[in-house]
């Protein structure tokens, strides 16, 4: 398949953003990020004050305006990790986003999506802030928020990120959780 399957979602100047391997196949059918029942993105970035309610995956366009943006490595194929080869990432086409966008944060959501990246083993590396930025934008590594990643699930990995963006004042100290 050589067309996008679902749009990024970036502008310049983002206070971050989640870059996962691939859609997933139910968030392909719907054309939406992390659409999968069971998955724990969207109520964990509400838990962690990124958002001022739990938004459903079919809103994801509305995560622009609040300074979020969301992309995968890549941007032609969909299934569980176990099913894509290296051949249907696009590294280049990473960075080259990082580097136009230059986000404060880039999170990738899964261990396997930041060794993809890094090019390195995800024995190699390591939750959380990672010591080579991209420009200015620092790399974060995520556990995974999928359903089927859940014995690696860890929301203090994900509270990290809110830490960072609230030291590099890019997120006000007590967000609204009562806006739409």
Not at 23 to 31: D, H, M, P, R
């Amino acid at each position: 398949m050589s067309q996008k399957l679902i749009p990024d979602l970036l502008a310049p100047d983002l206070r971050i953003v989640f870059c996962g391997t691939a859609l997933g196949t139910k968030s392909f059918q719907e054309k939406a990020y992390y659409a999968k029942p069971g998955n724990k993105f969207w109520p964990t970035l509400h838990e962690i004050g990124l958002t001022p309610r739990q938004f459903q995956p079919q809103e994801y366009r509305k995560l622009l305006a609040l300074g979020i943006g969301l992309t995968d490595l890549s941007k032609t194929a969909h299934g569980n990790d176990a099913d894509l080869t290296m051949s249907d990432f696009d590294i280049d086409a990473t960075k080259e986003k990082i580097e136009r966008y230059q986000p404060q944060v880039w999170a990738f959501t899964s261990k396997k999506a930041g060794a993809i990246f890094l090019g390195k083993s995800t024995s190699k590396i390591e939750y959380g802030l990672q010591d080579n930025p991209v420009g200015s934008t620092q790399l974060y590594i995520l556990c995974s928020p999928s359903g089927l990643a859940t014995r690696w699930w860890n929301k203090d990995i994900w509270l990290g990120i809110d830490r960072i963006l609230r030291k590099a004042d890019c997120l006000p100290a007590h967000p609204s959780r009562n806006q739409p």
